[in-house]
């Protein structure tokens, strides 16, 4: 269970009086470059800057940000080694045939390909990461909103993310309620406590909503919600420090181009 959200970590970091805008291109900046690179360099060095920037200047925990890797980390591994074993080409280092129609390989290629894709989910992970630690949602519906996102988007996004932290409050109470009274002590157990959680959260959860539409009728809700977003100040060291990040990666990108971890590039 987290006991922590991602919101409230947006909120509190050392980053948060950074304009919105300059985050924002930050993180898409690497995640593009991480795409547009042909090198496992440049992904690696994309996570590097950013992960340095989320521990030491958002201050975010290194337990906190590690266990925000563990599931994209995990299908990074997987697909890793689908790729290693499949791909083929260049030098063989191991092979086996199960099959006549299908053939298990390690080869050169194969190694370089899979390297440079779980680099490249790790950098763009990173760009990703950057934003969701350092940006809250009410600062990206005040973007959304500037961008003249349709309003009934808007209304739509605002009650879908108030409503995944109402549904995870209900599941939080009730999960500690039942730990409280021994509900877990057994796997026979486990799967009844499972079960009624997942009924009384179901109905707290529709109860829930309900009472929020009572509260709307109450305070005339007219079809529009209030955008609370604050819009930060573009300082001159923020914008620096991001141009330069940007102008690194994408001479690295280009630098390391041909570069391979097994053998030289074409």
């Known amino acids: 269970m987290y006991e922590e959200f991602l919101e409230d970590i947006a909120q509190t970091n050392g980053l948060r009086g950074v304009n919105t805008y300059l985050k924002l291109i930050a993180g898409i900046g690497a995640i593009l470059l991480c795409l547009l690179s042909t090198s496992y360099i440049p992904p690696l060095f994309i996570a590097s800057v950013l992960s340095m920037a989320i521990l030491y200047l958002a201050r975010i925990e290194l337990r906190t940000y590690g266990e925000l890797f563990i599931v994209p980390f995990s299908f990074a591994v997987m697909s890793v080694v689908v790729i290693v074993l499949l791909s083929g080409g260049g030098e063989v280092y191991w092979s086996w045939n199960p099959l006549p129609w299908f053939s298990l390989s390690i080869t050169s290629e194969s190694i370089n390909e899979g390297f440079f894709v779980f680099c490249r989910v790790i950098g763009g992970m990173s760009g990703l990461i950057f934003i969701a630690v350092t940006t809250p949602m009410t600062d990206l519906f005040v973007v959304m909103k500037q961008f003249r996102i349709p309003e009934v988007v808007l209304d739509l996004a605002m009650i879908i993310?108030?409503?995944?932290?109402?549904?995870?409050?209900?599941?939080?109470?009730?999960?500690?309620?039942?730990?409280?009274?021994?509900?877990?002590?057994?796997?026979?157990?486990?799967?009844?406590?499972?079960?009624?959680?997942?009924?009384?959260?179901?109905?707290?959860?529709?109860?829930?909503?309900?009472?929020?539409?009572?509260?709307?009728?109450?305070?005339?809700?007219?079809?529009?919600?209030?955008?609370?977003?604050?819009?930060?100040?573009?300082?001159?060291?923020?914008?620096?420090?991001?141009?330069?990040?940007?102008?690194?990666?994408?001479?690295?990108?280009?630098?390391?181009?041909?570069?391979?971890?097994?053998?030289?590039?074409?």
């Open 161 to 266: 993310y108030r409503s995944i932290f109402m549904i995870m409050e209900q599941l939080k109470q009730t999960y500690q309620a039942q730990v409280m009274r021994l509900g877990y002590g057994s796997f026979r157990e486990s799967i009844q406590s499972f079960a009624t959680m997942c009924g009384s959260v179901f109905i707290a959860s529709w109860e829930s909503g309900e009472d929020l539409i009572r509260a709307m009728d109450a305070r005339c809700y007219s079809g529009k919600f209030a955008i609370l977003g604050e819009t930060r100040p573009v300082e001159f060291l923020p914008v620096l420090a991001v141009a330069v990040f940007l102008i690194l990666s994408s001479l690295v990108v280009v630098i390391s181009r041909n570069i391979t971890l097994i053998g030289a590039g074409p």
